[in-house]
């Protein structure tokens, strides 16, 4: 369900059309939220849309609103992305607070008045940055979401796959660090026709997702690689039984050519003279083959758990996590005094983002760049 955490009396008019209600609604949700908001019971992360957005919006017009039904959210996301969030939520927004160069930059260069709404907003540091611009944020996680209301920011929980927002409503759009959290290809590429569909005709869509190519390689060997037992849990409503198979082409490559047969035989006549030499590099050859065997693996694996430790001082530990610790979703790490969450990412090859993409006949690629060990592409909406 989802559960607008907007201030009450004190909802844009922007707000209520972009979530197709009338802005004459605005005394009645006001109602029906400060309602809601006093049973905390009805706050759920991991739906897909909530009664009060639905019944407004199934007054609009087809083509103006998305009234399309979603797959269901996979296990291993509910489990290892929306529970770990709503767990670590305070201690995760008190590490966000910088704003990314390549981020500010897009919306300070966006017209004033623009209409900007932040897919997986997390704790809204982007929210408001612009102060000429109006910014609507929605994520998973209520949790983060109370975080960005704490802030007056404009927000509501909401799945990055089913937008609660009016199509065409939004001059521009962005996701950051969002797409790598759905863990398949279907629900990524879905993600993005949200973020397309809810902006108008010339809006522009950024999305930014972590890289394989990460620039600290050291990184890569702290993440734990996904195990064979967790594809099990991709299986289910909504969730392809198997992974689709990568989608990148190996050129080729001639067996022999005049030039390779002619060093070969140098080479041969070479090590018959030099026999020490041929066992140093057979040693040589083996070493350099694991490391290349090694390097390869690293390449070739995009699911990873990526760990967040919470510091036992903190005071969120004595709540969600006593629970995620008694269930297994959590562990203790006494080395480090902290509990320990694995948080699921799937992290994007060089040229991924383009390939989700490249099937949509309405948008345009603007850009497309690499950023601190993330990759980024920038969408402009043709129709």
Not at 170 to 196: F, M, P, W, Y
Not at 318 to 340: P, Q
Request: aromatic share 8%.
């Amino acid at each position: 369900m989802i559960i607008t955490f907007l201030r009450q009396n004190r909802f844009l008019s922007a707000t209520w059309k972009a979530l197709c209600v009338p802005t004459s609604s605005s005394a009645w949700l006001s109602k029906t939220y400060s309602t809601m908001r006093e049973d905390n019971s009805n706050v759920h992360s991991s739906g897909c849309g909530s009664d009060l957005i639905q019944k407004s919006a199934s007054t609009c017009d087809d083509e103006k609103c998305s009234s399309r039904n979603v797959e269901s959210t996979p296990e291993i996301e509910k489990k290892y992305v929306h529970r770990v969030y709503d767990a670590i939520a305070p201690h995760f927004s008190s590490t966000r607070f910088a704003k990314w160069p390549k981020v500010a930059t897009f919306l300070k260069t966006l017209p004033p008045g623009s209409l900007i709404l932040d897919a997986g907003c997390g704790n809204g540091k982007y929210l408001g940055l612009t102060p000429d611009c109006y910014f609507i944020g929605c994520d998973i996680s209520a949790p983060l979401i109370k975080i960005c209301a704490d802030r007056e920011h404009e927000v509501l929980v909401a799945d990055a796959v089913n937008l609660p927002y009016r199509t065409g409503f939004g001059d521009a759009a962005i996701s950051i660090a969002v797409l790598h959290h759905l863990s398949t290809e279907n629900r990524r590429k879905r993600a993005i026709e949200e973020l397309v569909r809810a902006v108008k005709k010339g809006g522009l869509v950024l999305i930014t997702v972590w890289a394989v190519e990460q620039e600290d390689k050291s990184l890569l060997t702290k993440w734990t690689p996904l195990a064979p037992k967790y594809v099990e849990e991709w299986v289910g409503a909504g969730s392809p039984g198997v992974r689709s198979p990568s989608s990148s082409i190996l050129e080729s490559i001639p067996e022999t050519d005049d030039r390779s047969v002619e060093s070969t035989r140098e080479f041969e006549a070479n090590m018959a003279t030099n026999p020490e030499k041929t066992q140093n590099l057979n040693h040589h050859g083996e070493d350099d083959e694991m490391a290349l065997r090694q390097e390869k693996n690293i390449e070739d694996q995009q699911e990873y758990f990526v760990p967040w430790h919470l510091p036992y001082h903190r005071a969120e530990v004595s709540g969600a996590s006593m629970t995620a610790l008694a269930s297994g979703l959590a562990k203790k790490d006494d080395k480090k005094g902290a509990v320990v969450y694995n948080r699921y990412y799937h992290v994007f090859g060089e040229g991924e983002l383009e390939r989700l993409v490249s099937g949509m006949d309405n948008i345009i690629v603007v850009d497309r760049f690499y950023d601190k060990s993330n990759w980024c592409i920038v969408l402009e909406k043709t129709y």
